[in-house]
């Protein structure tokens, strides 16, 4: 009996225990002492009955406890919050009917299969794309555990389901993370065959030049393919220390550094685009929770990205600002924007929307880039039009490290 039937039933003793008071002591005596161990008892039931909804609570995941039919006898808190209902609504529902479920009549009954199997005594595993808080779909493991009497006679089935939403984020950015050191070795071995060379072209042409008269009619292009020269070579370079092994595994970088970089390069390699490009960072946070190379890599892509959107006269704008949790880095120019319908496509590789004729770009691969160094470290990207005119791109950097939920 529950501790609420025990109500009537003490009441009906207690007045007894008044009546019998009167005619005989000893009986007085022995119902008062009967009284107290009932109520002790009920106590003490309430009592566990509470200890036991704190731990079913407690646990780290959803627990749904069903009949053998598959109607919901039990759930913990975690589970009503997915299903967006009390605790007491989803009693007596059938676990098949919930409002997570995707909505449709096959994935309820293959559950509710699974259920029958459980019901026979076949414990099983599914994974499941759920419906959460927000419409957010969530990645759940769901095990159906037979629960058996005396008789080994299932009588009752544990459903526990597992979160691998976060998990699944976790073990992408580490696949990303390598993919993109990969590539920075890769860049960092390019570089290097390049400059090598380079060099040796650097120094014939040393020589070529003090061979050529000032007054030669060509004289001209000495200058300029000099120029070109100590260009490709900043590239070369740049490339490399971007790439560096040592830095793609430094987990902190400076945020101020990498604008200051970034922006003191490409005004170098843009020189003749007559852009000007601003820069605030009086907000920034010292230092981001992110590999150097990856930050560097998408500022790099962006500001270009930017350069190559501009008219001549324009202006870029470079800010980075310490918000909350997260350090946010916004890149806007005075271009022509990107055309809504394009805006969902920008971040494939090789599309582009760029003049072939740009040499700084064309190959579509900038904003991918972009977009999975972000994500790889947990982080968001966002594109917009500006009021007055020309495109932002908004990069927001986790200020906490992602946990990938490996021991270190």
């Keep these: 009996m529950s501790a609420v039937g025990w109500g009537p039933a003490l009441q009906v003793m207690v007045t007894v225990l008044a009546v019998v008071s009167v005619v005989s002591p000893v009986v007085s005596l022995w119902l008062m002492r009967r009284v107290r161990r009932q109520m002790?008892?009920?106590?003490?039931?309430?009592?566990d009955q509470r200890r036991l909804r704190a731990m079913f609570d407690a646990v780290d995941g959803l627990q749904v406890l069903l009949d053998v039919d598959g109607v919901v006898l039990e759930a913990n808190r975690a589970a009503a919050e997915m299903a967006r209902v009390s605790v007491d609504t989803m009693l007596g529902n059938q676990f098949s009917a919930l409002a997570w479920w995707p909505d449709d009549e096959t994935t309820r009954g293959r559950v509710q299969e699974r259920i029958a199997r459980a019901a026979n005594g076949e414990g099983n595993r599914f994974d499941v794309a759920l419906t959460g808080p927000g419409d957010a779909p969530s990645a759940v493991e769901f095990s159906l555990k037979p629960?058996?009497?005396?008789?080994q006679r299932v009588v009752q089935i544990l459903a526990e389901g597992r979160d691998l939403t976060d998990r699944q984020r976790a073990e992408k950015s580490l696949r990303e993370v390598g993919a993109l050191t990969i590539m920075g070795q890769i860049a960092a071995r390019?570089?290097?065959e390049i400059n090598n060379p380079l060099a040796g072209i650097q120094n014939a042409f040393l020589l070529v030049r003090g061979a050529i008269p000032t007054d030669h009619q060509h004289y001209r292009f000495v200058g300029a393919i000099e120029r070109e020269i100590a260009r490709i070579a900043a590239v070369t370079r740049q490339l490399y220390e971007t790439y560096r092994h040592d830095q793609a595994m430094t987990s902190t970088s400076s945020v101020i550094l990498a604008i200051s970089d970034a922006v003191s390069f490409l005004e170098q390699?843009?020189?003749t685009r007559q852009v000007t490009i601003e820069t605030d960072v009086s907000r920034a946070p010292s230092l981001v929770p992110v590999p150097d190379a990856l930050l560097r890599q998408a500022l790099y892509n962006l500001v270009q990205n930017a350069f190559d959107a501009s008219p001549s006269g324009g202006t870029i704008t470079v800010r980075a600002v310490h918000d909350a949790d997260w350090c946010v880095i916004l890149v806007s120019d005075e271009g022509s924007g990107v055309p809504e319908a394009l805006r969902d496509r920008i971040f494939d590789p090789f599309f582009s929307t760029k003049d072939r004729s740009v040499?700084?770009?064309g190959m579509g691969i900038g904003l991918s880039l972009v977009r999975q160094s972000v994500l790889a470290v947990g982080g968001h990207i966002d594109v917009r039009d500006r009021p007055s005119g020309g495109?932002?791109?908004?990069?927001?950097?986790?200020?906490?490290?992602?946990?990938?939920?490996?021991l270190r």
């Design 359 to 361: 040499k700084t770009g």
């Design 40 to 47: 002790d008892a009920v106590s003490a039931r309430a009592e």
């Design 147 to 151: 629960i058996r009497d005396p008789a």
């Design 391 to 406: 495109t932002e791109f908004e990069v927001r950097l986790p200020m906490t490290p992602i946990d990938t939920g490996v």
């Design 269 to 271: 390699v843009n020189r």
């Design 190 to 192: 390019v570089a290097h």
